[in-house]
């Protein structure tokens, strides 16, 4: 599949790249993808939570009443879950949410996501970016001559540059990430991909085995 070049001012450079259908044109495993969007959502969660159980609580443990003759039921301390300010019954605890995926499901579910945007044709490739110094306006002027000003979109850079990264920050809908730090949740997220020309080969490299 070839897609055409652009500058990142809109225009076309007249020359166009060939997309490896080992990583863009295989036949998608929609399983694959879920089990890999379900570990990367589970790794975001912190699992801090905690609520007090009735040993945690902080109160007496007098009997409140007798045991028989009030016609109620039996109560053996204020600290049971039944009662307001009581100790809450299975509570959440802290836990580890995070689960082992096999490096090879998590390759196909890549490629499979990459391989659903270059058959809807959302794949933009633009010419390497190089930013003088953090412009956002450039960025957003960048987005508005794609015609993706209103999309969501994810720019994929070969390697890390601090003043690209700090120009899209501050644009809703966008991210900037690099090659190496490609995930599924953020290519199916994402309404285009904007890839950089130098970040192909990187992508292919990681994809390619």
Not at 133 to 148: D, G, H, Q, V
Request: hydrophobic share 35%; glycine share 8%; charged share 30%.
């Amino acid at each position: 599949m070839d897609i055409s070049v652009v500058k990142y001012s809109g225009e076309d450079t007249g020359r166009k790249i060939s997309l490896s259908e080992e990583v863009f044109g295989i036949e998608p495993n929609d399983h694959a993808i879920y089990l890999d969007v379900k570990q990367f959502l589970a790794n975001q969660r912190q699992g801090t939570h905690k609520s007090k159980e009735r040993g945690e609580i902080s109160g007496s443990t007098r009997k409140i009443k007798r045991q028989k003759g009030t016609g109620t039921a039996r109560a053996g301390s204020i600290k049971s879950p039944v009662f307001r300010g009581g100790g809450r019954v299975f509570g959440p605890r802290p836990r580890n949410y995070s689960f082992k995926l096999n490096k090879k499901m998590k390759e196909l579910a890549r490629k499979s996501a990459l391989t659903y945007k270059a058959k809807d044709n959302n794949i933009a490739i633009v010419e390497d970016l190089s930013f003088d110094a953090p412009r956002t306006k450039e960025y957003i002027k960048m987005l508005n001559a794609l015609s993706l000003g209103d999309k969501k979109t994810l720019l994929v850079l070969p390697e890390g540059n601090k003043n690209v990264v700090l120009s899209g920050r501050n644009v809703q809908n966008t991210k900037v990430i690099t090659a190496d730090s490609l995930n599924t949740f953020d290519v199916l997220h994402a309404d285009n991909l904007i890839l950089s020309e130098s970040s192909l080969e990187k992508i292919d490299n990681l994809l390619k085995k």
